[in-house]
């Protein structure tokens, strides 16, 4: 079994889902863990709001950075 605690969660980004240490599809194809099956269901929702977050960053300017 590839998985730790009983009471973690994961989203499968393949099957689209929320899966516990019983159901658990190969690493490559989850994000987690996380706590609750609540936060594992918002997975990619977080995903990409830290996605935007990131790419507002000004401290994160990639642009800037490759013009040196």
């Given at each position: 079994?590839?998985?730790?605690n009983?009471?973690?969660?994961?989203?499968?980004?393949?099957?689209?889902?929320?899966?516990?240490t019983?159901?658990?599809?190969?690493?490559?194809?989850?994000?987690?863990?996380?706590?609750?099956?609540?936060?594992?269901?918002?997975?990619?929702?977080?995903?990409?709001?830290?996605?935007?977050?990131?790419?507002?960053?000004?401290?994160?300017?990639?642009?800037?950075?490759?013009?040196?």
């Open positions: 079994m590839d998985g730790g009983p009471d973690e969660f994961w989203f499968c980004v393949r099957h689209h889902r929320v899966e516990t019983e159901n658990l599809c190969p690493a490559k194809h989850r994000l987690g863990p996380y706590p609750s099956e609540a936060e594992a269901r918002r997975a990619l929702e977080k995903a990409e709001e830290r996605n935007r977050e990131w790419d507002e960053d000004p401290a994160w300017d990639d642009a800037a950075r490759n013009d040196g």
